[in-house]
């Protein structure tokens, strides 16, 4: 079964992100440290995304703790469902200014609740 909308670009990178995190759990269970150049790009996206997540929450709007956040070589991609397009523009503006962030997928979709 194959995936027509899969871009291969996109699944390779992420695949070898998956390889670099496979990769640094063996050798930190083999060595006691991670040895790894990619951990290094790892753990700066999982430093970039917590901060990414905080800034969010810092916002007081409850609707922004709920999106989802993706990070991949200090790409950030936000997804979810909001009520108003100041708030899609709120949440990409604050995660601009969080450090090591160099680009920002906003698939917000603003939905309005009847």
Request: proline share 3%; glycine share 4%; aromatic share 4%.
């Amino acid at each position: 079964m194959t995936n027509e909308n899969c871009d291969p670009r996109t699944t390779s990178q992420f695949a070898v992100a998956s390889l670099a995190v496979t990769s640094q759990k063996q050798q930190t269970l083999a060595h006691g440290e991670p040895t790894n150049a990619a951990t290094a790009v790892v753990d700066a996206d999982a430093d970039t995304l917590n901060a990414a997540s905080a800034a969010l929450h810092h916002t007081g709007y409850a609707q922004l703790r709920a999106v989802k956040l993706y990070c991949h070589y200090g790409r950030i991609v936000l997804q979810g469902r909001i009520s108003t397009h100041f708030l899609k523009h709120l949440a990409q503006e604050v995660v601009r200014l969080v450090p090591n962030v160099k680009e920002i997928d906003n698939d917000l979709h603003v939905v309005c609740s009847r």
